[in-house]
């Protein structure tokens, strides 16, 4: 069963930056989507972020694009979220997540593995 390990959360102040990591146990999604979400209390979950199998294509959230940026290290297994002049409302718990698909997708029904979630606060 693949597992996915989400990291490098913590406490951040307005317009500073974070790197969020997404590591699996196993090679299963070297040849699927991954992608980033999000939830904030009281929120339902939101897409944040997707690459397809090769790294050659990108989708964001309207309310992230050009301040995230979403990679991935088929070498290590990895998937990264870059995360650059931080607002409050960024504010949520973020899990990463492996697609049944090759292509992009923004749909979180389209995504069968979650991990557990890594909690990002911003501080005004």
């Known amino acids: 069963q693949v597992q996915l390990v989400e990291s490098g959360g913590g406490l951040v102040q307005a317009g500073g930056s974070l790197r969020l990591s997404c590591a699996s146990s196993t090679r299963t999604f070297s040849s699927v989507a991954m992608g980033w979400f999000r939830q904030a209390p009281g929120k339902e979950r939101e897409f944040v972020a997707t690459?397809?199998?090769?790294?050659?294509?990108?989708s964001y959230a309207n309310s992230v694009k050009g301040r995230f940026t979403i990679s991935r290290d088929s070498a290590t297994n990895t998937v990264y979220l870059q995360m650059n002049s931080l607002k409050p409302e960024d504010t949520a718990a973020y899990s990463c997540?492996?697609?049944?698909?090759?292509?992009?997708?923004?749909?979180?029904?389209?995504?069968?593995?979650w991990g557990q979630g890594t909690q990002v606060t911003v501080s005004s």
């Open positions: 690459i397809n199998w090769s790294g050659g294509g990108t």
């Open positions: 997540a492996a697609s049944r698909y090759s292509f992009t997708t923004r749909n979180e029904n389209d995504y069968d593995y």
